[in-house]
């Protein structure tokens, strides 16, 4: 009987290829967000929403849509002027570093862009693993949730950098308390940078765009 | 359900360390998988049976190791067990505290002959 010790990262490959993905980026001046919620919480509206002040900003950004099937949300930002491309994962129910390193030939074709918007598969369990190779893991939820969501999914709110609560025009009407949602993100993730949107009323888009472009050419 | 995909990781690396051990027959693989990921143990034990049917691995153990969820305090140093909302180091009551510990998602060892 052999017993061979291995100890490594089960994703250790993901985790390579995600690095590999960071360093291309990094050395093209792309900095890459990857963009995650449950379905519905309004992530390709927020892209939608975002994309007029990025551009009144001076700002060039690309797309990368994951999805399960099809290409409706890539056509959907294609209409705003911002170059989308659509990976279909099939049955999978998260992106994963070596589709997104697949995507990168497409991002360094298109001119002028500072920013790459990497849109995960709605999903609050399993992108939680998944390094992309992004800077930063932005979460979206909305008042159309539960103020108790990050109670209840802490690993995705724990593994991000900043959450957009969105659909704050709907808050009258639940019994959701941005308050309690605040909160609640804080305690899981006391790290957390939160903003509060409404795509349908524009409110809080601007200070969200602004937020993300100073980060962007920060970093730089 | 990303217990599948993990698994499919987990076999590939179980597989090239056989090759290069000449292992012919997985007795078992022991895994770590921290209270923090977004990992089921039982979906990835379910995963892992139905993977290895009819497969050089068949009737090879999963063994699961659970570390529990770690404060690690940045101020003294404590390290202690806690939960994801409890923020205060219990030595010298400080709240600068982080994760250092429930978070593992690896292989550790396998066994074959």
């Keep these: 009987m052999h017993e061979i010790l291995i100890e490594e990262k089960i994703l250790a490959r993901n985790d390579e290829i995600a690095a590999q993905n960071r360093k291309a980026l990094s050395e093209r001046g792309v900095y890459a967000i990857n963009i995650v919620s449950a379905p519905g919480a309004g992530k390709t509206s927020l892209i939608e929403k975002m994309a007029a002040e990025l551009k009144a900003l001076g700002m060039g950004f690309a797309v990368v849509e994951g999805d399960l099937e099809g290409d409706l949300d890539s056509k959907r930002i294609e209409r705003h002027g911002i170059p989308a491309l659509q990976i279909t994962t099939g049955r999978a129910c998260h992106l ?27 999903n609050m369990v399993c992108p939680a693993e998944y390094d992309l190779g992004e800077e930063m893991t932005v979460m979206v939820m909305s008042a159309a949730e539960g103020d108790d969501k990050p109670l209840k999914y802490p690993a995705i709110f724990s593994a991000s950098e900043a959450l957009v609560i969105n659909k704050t025009d709907l808050a009258p009407h639940t019994d959701f308390d941005i308050g309690k949602a605040r909160l609640n993100a804080l305690k899981v993730n006391p790290n957390l940078k939160i903003f509060e949107t409404s795509c349908r009323t524009g409110a809080g888009i601007g200070e969200w765009a602004r937020y993300l472009a100073g980060v962007v050419r920060h970093d730089k | ?26 007795r078992s693989v022991r895994i770590r998988v921290g209270e923090l990921t977004a990992v089921e143990p039982e979906a990835l034990r379910f995963c892992f049976e139905a993977s290895v049917k009819g497969t050089p691995f068949e009737g090879a153990s ?29 030595g ?6 982080e994760i250092a510990g429930g978070n593992e998602l690896d292989i550790v060892s396998m066994e074959g002959v």
């Design chain 2, 62 to 90: 999963l063994e699961i190791e659970e570390p529990p969820l770690k404060g690690g305090c940045l101020t003294c140093g404590l390290v202690f067990g806690t939960t994801l909302f409890e923020r205060t180091c219990p």
């Design chain 2, 92 to 97: 010298c009551g400080d709240s600068s505290v």
């Design chain 1, 96 to 122: 994963d570093a070596h589709q997104v390193s697949h995507s990168l030939p497409w991002v360094f074709e298109q001119s002028g862009i500072e920013l790459l918007v990497i849109e995960n598969v709605g």
């Design chain 2, 1 to 26: 359900m990303h217990e599948m995909s993990i698994t499919r990781t987990l076999l590939e690396t179980v597989r090239q360390e056989m090759e290069k051990a000449d292992i012919k027959t997985l």
